[in-house]
Each structure stands twice: as structure tokens, then as C-alpha cells.
């Protein structure tokens, strides 16, 4: 599909009002998406998990208006105004204008709320802005009934994309990759797509604990991040592993070849992590509990052969992955050696999910 797929005919009907709610999960990503170019082009492919319990649930109430003078909408978070999200709110719906043009027509109410705690550390941007394009495109669908569900999902993504990259993986699949790649086919950096090829059992219910271990805001924003790999000196390098690593990854998730996973994931993890260490101005965003839980990972590993290991975001917090067999054992590590790293004691458990539901009240 291209951009002009994306574009609306002419609608079939204009209800007066009308409600919409949609629950979109986070995602964590294995091949890690750092670097772009406008409006939202990643740099590299990339590839992610669905999570299942850290989601978004977000509902649009829309009223039809008396004249179409600009974008009216209130935007409450947890049950109240939110003000400082409005920016953001209001850039994305200048940047999806013209492929929802109905938007102006109504009064918005855009109400949503996380499961995980607030200002957990967790990035809500990729549940928040794909569980708000999806109820966008539940609307688009009441004005024009026959839109057929792929179109529904990958323009929901196309839409995810803009308000925030990585939210155009939380829209269907487990195992979801965004980004055109020569050796995957539909791939494309306008939307992301279910993972096509084959992948064993194991990585479809793999569990990732999410060990919060700084709660507080980011030192460096994704967006003033991904600028930052404009003129890094191992930028290219760095596109081109991505590349290669999506190749690598096809036979490990086929063949559920743990070892391989793991050496992989963690390496992304380092190299995303390593960018930001090497970058002008450079961040180090690990803290020291962060290098802690990683040794204790990796000795843990080491000392009773169980296949744990961990990816990073664009932060402090470690994200423990293991295959959910290993779970009980998994819980007895968690709770007696890495506890003690993470902010008051708080971790999350969560695990592989399929992707966003619409919630019918
Ligand atoms: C480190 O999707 O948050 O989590 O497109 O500027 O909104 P924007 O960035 P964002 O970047 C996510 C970066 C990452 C890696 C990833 O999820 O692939």
C-alpha cells in the first residue's frame, strides 16, 4: 500500500455524534528503531513484541459541530484535563489532516488511560497513539462502511506512525516489523505489518517482566534522540546491522533457537544504548541498577543454564525476557535478586499479546 491508498473517498454517511474505545498494548522492540528522517521514516527496519497487560485504553467521543473552524477536541488523562499532552495531540492531528479530513467536522473528547502506573518509566506513546488512531479509524469506518479490515489496520498503523514511531507496532500481531526490507515481503516504512514467516511456540508466549528501575522522566526525549543519530559517525554502521539483523533473526524465531535470540536481542539492546553514548551531546541513560540487574542476568544465566535475557528502551529500565515455561523459577530470581534494584520494589509482569481490541460499552 502507498500513501495514497491512505487518502478517503467520499464518505457514505456523517453521524451526528457517536462514542468509539479501543485498548492498544505496548510493544518492546528485539531490532531496535533509532534514527529517522521526515515525516517519520525510520532509518532501519525493526521489530518488536506485543505486550499484553501494559496497554492503553483510549475512547473518542465526537459531536458533530455547527461549522468546520479547526480541530476542537478536550483531552482527559486518568479521568482529568491534561493539558501538556495537548501539544502533541494537536501536532498529530495537523499531521493526519489530510487522510481523516472528517476530523474537523466534529468536537472531540479524547479520553485515556494506562494500566501500567503512572509515570512509571514505561513510554505510553506507542499504546496511547496507536488505542487513539484506532478509535480514529472506527469513525472513518461509521462514515464509510465498506472499508475492508487490512485497510483498517495498516492505515491505523500509518496513523500510529505519525504520532509516534514505534506506536505503528501496536496495532496487530505478536511479533510485529515495521520498515521496508528487501528480504521481507509487504514490509514497508509507512506501517508495520504481522511478522510474515515462520515462528516456533515458544516466542509466542515469551514472558517480559519490565523491572522499573528509574520511574521518573526521560533525560532525553525519542525524538531529540533520534535526531542525534543525524551526523553520528557510526549512524550507517549501525542501519545496516539492523538490516542484517532482521536476516539473522528468520531462522532463530523459526527454529526457536534460544541461544541465538538471546545474543542477538542483548546486542541490539548495547548498540541502541551505545549510540546514545557516542552521540554529540552524548547520554548515558543506564543507571547503575541497571548494569546490576544486567550482571546478575547474566550470571544468573550462566550459573543455572535458564535462557533469561534482557533488551533495554531508551532508558534506565530493563525489560527481562524468558520463554514462559521458566516462569515460577524465573519469579524466585526476580523477587530475591533483582527486586532490590528496581525503584521501591516495582516490577510488571507481562508477556507476548496478540494486539489491540476494540472495547464495546
Ligand atoms: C528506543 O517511537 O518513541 O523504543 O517516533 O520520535 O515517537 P518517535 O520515537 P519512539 O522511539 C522508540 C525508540 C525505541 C526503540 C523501538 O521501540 O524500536
Redesign the pocket.
Known amino acids: 500500500m502507498t500513501e495514497k491508498d491512505f487518502l478517503p473517498g467520499a464518505y457514505q454517511k456523517m453521524p451526528e455524534n457517536g462514542k468509539v474505545t479501543w485498548k492498544a498494548p505496548s510493544?518492546i522492540?528485539l531490532v531496535?528503531?533509532?534514527g529517522?528522517r521526515p515525516v517519520?521514516i525510520p532509518a532501519n527496519p525493526?521489530i518488536?513484541f506485543t505486550l499484553d497487560a501494559c496497554a492503553s485504553t483510549t475512547s473518542v467521543t465526537f459531536e458533530k459541530k455547527e461549522k468546520n473552524d479547526g480541530f476542537s477536541f478536550d483531552l482527559l488523562f486518568e479521568g482529568k484535563p491534561k493539558a501538556d499532552f495537548k501539544p502533541k495531540i494537536q501536532t498529530f492531528l495537523e499531521r493526519i489532516e489530510m487522510y481523516v479530513p472528517f476530523l474537523k467536522e466534529y468536537y472531540l473528547t479524547i479520553e485515556t488511560s494506562n494500566s501500567f502506573p503512572h509515570s512509571s518509566g514505561i513510554?505510553s506513546?506507542?499504546s496511547g497513539m496507536a488505542a487513539l488512531s484506532l478509535c480514529l479509524m472506527d469513525i472513518e469506518k461509521q462514515l464509510n462502511p465498506s472499508l475492508d479490515e487490512d485497510l483498517f489496520n495498516a492505515k491505523a498503523s500509518y496513523l500510529a506512525r505519525l504520532g509516534?514511531?514505534?506506536?505503528c507496532r501496536s496495532i496487530k500481531g505478536n511479533l510485529v516489523q515495521w520498515g521496508a526490507h528487501k528480504n521481507i515481503p509487504k514490509s514497508s516504512d509507512l506501517y508495520g505489518v504481522e511478522y510474515p514467516f515462520e515462528v516456533d511456540a515458544v516466542f509466542q508466549s515469551y514472558c517480559d517482566t519490565i523491572l522499573l528501575v528509574h520511574k521518573g522522566q526521560k533525560q532525553v526525549s525519542?525524538?531529540v534522540g533520534?535526531q542525534l543519530m543525524h551526523g553520528h559517525p557510526y549512524a550507517e554502521n549501525r542501519f545496516q546491522q539492523a538490516f542484517s539483523n532482521l536476516d539473522k533473526l528468520k531462522p532463530i524465531l523459526a527454529s526457536g533457537d534460544l541461544k541465538g535470540f538471546i545474543t542477538l536481542v542483548e546486542s541490539e539492546a548495547l548498540t541502541?544504548h551505545a549510540m546514545m553514548m557516542t552521540s554529540m551531546p552524548y547520554f548515558m541513560l543506564m543507571k547503575p541498577d541497571t548494569l546490576e540487574i544486567i550482571n546478575k542476568i547474566w550470571q544468573y544465566r550462566e550459573a543455572t543454564k535458564t535462557p533469561v535475557c534482557f533488551t533495554l528502551?531508551?532508558g534506565a529500565n530493563v525489560h527481562l525476557l524468558y520463554p514462559s515455561k521458566e516462569k515460577e523459577k524465573v519469579k524466585g530470581f526476580i523477587q530475591d535478586e533483582l527486586a532490590e534494584h528496581c525503584e521501591n520494589g516495582q516490577y510488571i509482569y507481562d508477556q507476548v499479546g496478540s494486539g489491540a481490541i476494540k472495547i464495546n460499552r
Open positions: 510493544n522492540a531496535k528503531y533509532w529517522k517519520q525493526s518488536s513510554a506513546s506507542a509516534s514511531g514505534s506506536a525519542s525524538t533520534h541502541l528502551d531508551a
